[in-house]
């Protein structure tokens, strides 16, 4: 936990972060300390800080304190002005009479007021007290983060006019387009209603580009941000699809990939002064190590462990909708009764 002192009155402000220091010896904090208005407010556009121990009497700018200076930190990290507000903000004052004035202001806005003083320890062991339990939500939290999914699908599309659009038309019942700081795609969120009238929460996101290397980041954010149950991508693949070929690809068919390759993959060189040539570079990605006997043995045992799941997919309505509708369109089977599994490389 990161927290941040103002106060101008330096012995005071050092036996607050000491003794703040001292109780929480046991956990990871990081305490800095700010003298003036001016000092806090640009600490805390540099950096992020989980909680505020503020001096209600802070110098303004002719340097008379006054709690007009601590109000106006209080509104700076509050209203949305471009910074992190930190979880909490603690108001701590020597003066009995300033902190009967401040009550109500702090109780307003969901705010802790303490009474310092020099003789005693009673005050730092409350806003220790504070901070652990401040640390224990958080971690608790973190904890439902890591442990919880978010929403139920995630569907990343490339292209804005030909994928994006389309999909949200198509698939969301209700929806929102969104901004998020994390990129500079649109998002919709919204619901998906299933044919037997399930609702599913969902978000869709434009990335912008095609390529592996962009997919890979925002697929990544997606999952950390999100924490989709599923995560869905669109995308073309093709196949060998000859005579020759004993199993070619077809609409509907499973791909597991064995191998990657990404031909964008690679890096500029220098040919000349003025001239830059782009060298590629096929690198592969191959499964992990330690998980690649499993997945070669579900491949292997397919019709036990994934043609079930196939032949129930098969039989569903809107299977075979799909199935007459490019088999008619082609006049050739383009979906098969029962779809493949394939287990090959990706380029």
């Known amino acids: ?51 505020v121990i503020l001096d209600l009497l802070l110098p303004a700018a002719d340097g008379t304190p006054s709690q007009d200076s601590s109000r106006a930190l209080i509104r700076q990290v509050t209203n949305g002005t471009g910074l992190l507000p930190p979880m909490h903000i603690i108001g701590l004052t020597a003066y009995e009479a300033v902190a009967d004035q401040e009550r109500v202001y702090f109780d307003q806005h969901l705010l802790s007021l303490e009474f310092y003083s020099p003789v005693h320890t009673k005050w730092a062991d409350k806003i220790t ?25 995630f569907v990343l599309a490339a292209r804005h006019q030909n994928e994006y659009l389309p999909i949200r038309k198509k698939l969301f019942k209700d929806s929102k387009v969104e901004t998020h700081p994390m990129w500079k795609g649109d998002i919709t969120r919204g619901e998906i209603e299933l044919h037997d009238g399930r609702v599913l929460s969902a978000a869709l996101c434009c990335v912008n580009e095609m390529g592996m290397a962009p997919t890979a980041v925002v697929a990544s954010q997606a999952i950390n941000v999100f924490r989709p149950k599923l995560l869905g991508m669109i995308g073309m693949c093709c196949g060998f699809n000859t005579k020759a070929c004993v199993s070619p690809r077809r609409i509907m068919d499973v791909i597991v990939a064995r191998e990657v390759t990404c031909w964008e993959e690679g890096k500029y060189v220098d040919r000349s002064k003025d001239q830059r040539d782009f060298q590629n570079r096929g690198k592969t990605r191959v499964v992990n190590e330690l998980i690649r006997d499993n997945v070669e043995m579900i491949i292997e045992q397919s019709e036990r462990t994934i043609t079930p799941a196939l032949t129930r997919l098969s039989k569903k309505a809107f299977f075979k909708k799909v199935q007459d509708h490019f088999n008619a369109a082609v006049e050739e089977e383009v979906v098969r009764d029962l779809p493949d599994v394939k287990y090959a490389p990706i380029v």
């Open 129 to 153: 007290s504070k901070i652990i339990y401040l640390m224990q939500s958080q971690h608790a939290s973190m904890r439902f983060q890591a442990e919880s999914y978010g929403i139920d699908v």
């Open 1 to 51: 936990m990161r927290i941040l002192i103002v106060d101008d009155d330096q012995p005071k402000r050092s036996r607050v972060s000491q003794l703040v220091g001292q109780g929480l010896k046991d956990y990871a904090v990081q305490i800095k300390e700010a003298a003036t208005y001016e000092e806090a407010l640009r600490t805390l556009q540099e950096s992020y800080y989980d909680l």
